[in-house]
């Protein structure tokens, strides 16, 4: 029978058969959607959502395909299209599933960032932050792209 830690009452070891607590990358946004109010700020979070897990994809361990990216894209294009959002809004959002399509993270990275210029007042810091640290890793200096230089 197992030993029982006196402290916090748990197993010392995981069993083989465990599996790993899957991590979550957005749990402050899906929160904020969570606890919005229908319409406006809710869709414009969903919406958020949505393109944020789709750039997420361009990430290690994730790393879709060309074509995956492209279909993934028209996809949340074509959902994006069905919300109500003010067009001030819809045109970085949609930005950011094209960008996604193109497979370049610098891209991805700087629509990331209007986006998140465009949606300041709909959704609160921490949620901006989760969508910051994409914007981090997608950036040029993260994933090892450099832009070519101009002159």
């Given amino acids: 029978m197992p030993r029982f830690d006196g402290v916090n009452g748990v197993i ?10 899957p991590h979550f990358r957005f749990r ?3 929160a904020f959607a969570g606890r919005a109010a229908l319409g406006g700020d809710r869709e414009v979070a969903l919406a958020c959502l949505v393109v ?4 997420c994809g ?28 003010p ?9 950011v599933a094209d960008a996604v399509a193109t497979g370049n993270p610098t ?22 932050s989760e969508v910051r640290a994409i914007v981090a890793e997608l950036s040029p200096t993260a994933t090892g792209h450099q ?3 101009s002159g």
């Fill in 12 to 21: 010392g070891q995981q069993p083989r058969f465990a599996l790993a607590t």
């Fill in 28 to 30: 402050a946004l899906s």
């Fill in 52 to 55: 944020a897990r789709l750039a």
């Fill in 58 to 85: 361009m990430l290690a361990p994730n790393d879709i395909q060309a074509a995956d990216a492209k279909s993934r894209s028209a996809a949340a294009k074509q959902w994006l299209s069905g919300l109500s959002l």
């Fill in 87 to 95: 067009s001030s809004i819809r045109i970085p959002l949609t930005h």
């Fill in 107 to 128: 891209t991805t990275s700087t629509a990331l960032e209007r986006m998140l210029v465009a949606v300041s007042r709909n959704i609160d810091e921490a949620s901006a």
């Fill in 147 to 149: 832009l070519p230089a």
